[in-house]
């Protein structure tokens, strides 16, 4: 295990100059967040690069930074290939999601499930919503703890509470607009360490890139795995890691992230034009496939480092030590500081935005809902703020409650999570969009259908409850989407065979095809 770094004053400079930059942007966004509408969505003024860097920034999960290298310095770029089919579920959100989105005039996309499929399915949505960020950010607070506790020197407990509670706090004043500039803040520091890191291998090394490529060529590090398991049958590509496994997974959470994810939504609708919205998807959308083939790299880079220059301390360590090692032994002072500061960066960049989703979708689809309406607008938004503090607290205390489990355990736990509260979300929100015969029961049966299959398959795989009979082997990665595939064809096969009863409001605007002849009868 490495050697608990302690930071020089040139680091601790570096960090300060960061968290002064962060409270600058929350003092000046606080100043305009004096309604809901400017809590929520940045008063619907975001310029549409702004967006974009924040998605970049939301896309980069808080562990991106070191886990990507680790699994390229392990292994080979498996690890880039879910995320290769952005671009291509962009599509699907330019031309489907966002525009209903914008069109509707919702301001969360809980809130057009109701419209679609009625009270009952929003409630479900927005309930699953919930669970799921503040699990996951959770157990993302735990993860990251473990390299910050090395390179700060912080106990694990402390480097918890300094991420949570400084995030929640600038969330707390100044609502989105802070978190959109934050975010541009931390990515820029993201890619500054990365950047340097690469930069500092690659001078080091005898020969440079060149010995990186020619070395990571012949050790096979810029391999993707294999479309067909040699010798296995078909299902054997939906267990092995295959390109298959890989590629399905990442679809469906791409398509889970731009179609149900309430932190993208409100990207959506913080602009004040369908160009401005566009932009900034496309720029998110664009920009973060060479973010995360950089990192991963980085991880190649790695190989190649200790490769060419052996450090015996190096064989004793697991994969997601080696990074933070090398952080410790080579990288000059300041700059220990600037990936600190990337670090921290990477966990606010997954807290902030959740925590004003979580805070919104509270507010709006329960509270102003179900248990308090026709309030005055300074109500709600003193329930937002008091909504994200809890969360925040939370989210906190939680993580420090699962502080003591094994990465392991944490990892299944995930797993989990993801496939209870996720796996089909994505599907409900394609089911309404795509879907003009799916109706309120085709989604309920949908929903039941999915979460059915998402437990079993869950089960299956970890060899809980099940006797080994009664278990179907998948690979892990599928399990999201076999839910979310399993409530489109459960939802729209029901809905074929029982006529669905209409929204009240009818269906203009709420699917793709009503939008398409709204437009040609304007026409």
Not at 353 to 358: K, R, V
Not at 403 to 428: D, R
């Amino acid at each position: 295990m490495p050697t608990v770094y302690e930071l020089s004053a040139l680091d601790a400079v570096v960090l300060l100059a960061f968290f002064a930059a962060v409270v600058v942007i929350t003092v000046r966004s606080a100043r305009r967040t004096t309604t809901t509408q400017a809590y929520f969505l940045a008063d619907r003024s975001a310029p549409g690069w702004v967006i974009g860097i924040s998605f970049i920034g939301t896309s980069i999960s808080s562990l991106s930074f070191l886990a990507f290298p680790a699994a390229a310095y392990q292994g080979n770029w498996a690890g880039l290939v879910p995320f290769l089919v952005i671009p291509f579920v962009a599509v699907v959100a330019d031309r489907v999601c966002l525009p209903i989105y914008r069109r509707v005039g919702v301001n969360s996309g809980y809130e057009y499930l109701e419209r679609r499929f009625g009270p009952f399915v929003r409630l479900y949505g927005s309930t699953m919503f919930l669970l799921l960020q503040i699990a996951r950010v959770g157990l993302i607070l735990v993860l990251l703890s473990l390299p910050l506790t090395l390179l700060t020197g912080l106990n694990q407990a402390n480097a918890i509470m300094l991420c949570g509670v400084f995030t929640t706090l600038y969330v707390l004043f100044g609502g989105l607009s802070a978190v959109l500039w934050t975010d541009v803040l931390q990515t820029v520091f993201l890619a500054l360490g990365a950047v340097f890191c690469v930069c500092l291998m690659c001078y080091q090394l005898p020969g440079g890139l060149t010995t990186v490529f020619e070395v990571g060529r012949e050790a096979g590090k810029f391999n993707m795995p294999p479309w067909h398991v040699q010798g296995g049958s078909a299902m054997t590509d939906f267990i092995e890691l295959t390109m298959v496994v890989l590629l399905l997974h990442g679809v469906f959470n791409q398509l889970l992230y731009y179609s149900a994810d309430q932190n993208v939504i409100q990207r959506y609708l913080a602009t004040e034009s369908n160009r401005e919205a566009r932009k900034g998807l496309w720029i998110g959308s664009l920009g973060v496939v060479p973010m995360f083939a950089f990192f991963t790299f980085l991880g190649t880079c790695l190989y190649v480092y200790y490769a060419k220059l052996p450090d015996p301390d190096v064989a004793k360590l697991s994969a997601d030590e080696v990074f933070p090692h090398f952080i410790l032994t080579q990288v000059p002072p300041g700059v220990v500081g600037l990936i600190v500061a990337a670090l921290l960066a990477a966990a606010m960049s997954s807290l902030d935005s959740n925590l004003n989703a979580i805070a919104m979708i509270f507010q709006i689809d329960i509270y102003r809902r179900h248990l308090v309406k026709h309030r005055p607008d300074e109500h709600y938004l003193q329930v937002a703020r008091l909504t994200t503090l809890i969360a925040g607290a939370i989210i906190t205390l939680g993580a420090l409650g699962l502080a003591s489990v094994s990465v392991e355990t944490l990892l299944e736990l995930m797993f989990l999570v993801y496939a209870i509260f996720a796996g089909g979300l994505a599907g409900l929100f394609l089911l309404g969009m795509l879907s003009p015969r799916a109706g309120n029961a085709g989604a309920a049966v949908g929903i039941a259908v999915s979460l059915l299959v998402n437990i079993y398959l869950t089960c299956s795989h970890f060899g809980w409850l099940l006797p080994e009979p009664a278990r179907c082997p998948t690979h892990p990665y599928l399990i999201g989407a076999a839910g979310n595939a399993s409530l489109l064809i459960a939802g729209y096969g029901f809905s074929l065979v029982f006529r669905p009863r209409k929204p009240a409001l009818g269906l203009h605007g709420l699917t793709v095809w009503s939008g398409r002849n709204d437009k040609a009868k304007q026409a």
